[in-house]
């Protein structure tokens, strides 16, 4: 009894809490609305494989993956990753929704140790809305692009 009489008073004032706005907002579209907080979201997976000049595989490369436009990550949650014996490396970041320009780079950190020193490269990867999967309410899904970068020897 006492906590109706505090939020008639409380609305009197011009006050009202979040879940007495979205009843109201909900009974006035009909229901069916959920309100909802934060920032849309989206995860990106990059499968990126390095060729040398011949095709052949290259291990021990630097992948490294960053959104174009500025947006909320820190530095420290830009992931890296290393190919493997099949010039293969995985790249996931979790972000704002929507992202659809990223910078990949590959970078010979190794120097010679994969079989030469390589040219580092640059590519963009474009996310297109039908890329992406398994779409919720607030997570606009996962999209996942395969990247193949052929490296120059220096």
Known sequence: ?????TAKLLAL???STAANSCEALSEIGGGGMV???GQPSAAYVFNAEVVD???NPIEGIKASVKPTK???LSPSDIPDAQTDKDGKAQLKLLGIWPQNEFTITMEDIDGA???GEFESETTTVFIENNDYEG????FSGTATKRVKVQLEKK
Not at 1 to 5: L, W
Not at 135 to 138: A, N
Request: proline share 4%.
């Open 35 to 37: 309100c909802m907080y």
């Open 113 to 115: 140790d994969n079989g």
């Open 13 to 15: 004032l011009g006050f």
């Open 135 to 138: 779409k919720g309410e607030w």
């Open 1 to 5: 009894m006492k906590a109706k009489t």
């Open 53 to 55: 000049e011949e095709g």
């Open 70 to 72: 500025p947006t909320y």
